[in-house]
């Protein structure tokens, strides 16, 4: 199973082959865990345990084109949808692409940064449009490339690429606004993406 490639272990276990969903399920855990756990507040069990399922059921199939970790987020992407939705029932309807985590109520994250321009990219993470700070943690933290993000959100490869250029510009917008250190300010842009990483390995 170990060399086995996750397009053959989804078409083992649509088979039947519950060891070749192990494997996968295995596989793939750590990254659908901490896309749930920076922004769902309480157990994320079950909707990782959806998100694999959305694997086998449903109308989204994985032909074996393309990035199964693609295929995986997008799948990822519709289960965190659903269940903001459900957890803000009330009021207006969300458009979630737009709304940050912040505006939706205090945020989830297990993450705790050792340092302060970590804790400052944090913070400014939550305050960005969603569908912006899903692409940053795709790119950043899951090290998933621009198509393979573009396969995620089900948008053309050049729109990724300019939402991540975007993404990242508000972002560091936000950490300018959230800090009162020039020297930190200054800092932004040449320590952006190693403070990102060295986030990721605290997760």
Known sequence: MA???DSQLLTAWRGGDQAAGEALFARHFASIARFFRNKIHGDIEELIQRTFLGCLEGQQRFSGEGSFRGFL???ARNVLYNQLRTNHRHGQPLDLDEVSLCELGPTASAVV???QEEQLL???LFRLPLAHQLVIELFYWEELSVA???EALGVPVGTAATRL???RQLLEEQMAMLTSSQAVRERIPFGF???ARNLRAQQ
Request: cysteine-free; overall charge negative.
């Open 73 to 75: 987020f997008g799948i």
């Open 113 to 115: 940064a050792k340092e």
């Open 3 to 5: 060399d086995a490639s």
């Open 148 to 150: 393979e993000i573009a």
């Open 122 to 124: 944090l913070d400014a």
């Open 193 to 195: 993406e190693t403070w």
């Open 165 to 167: 250029r975007r993404a």
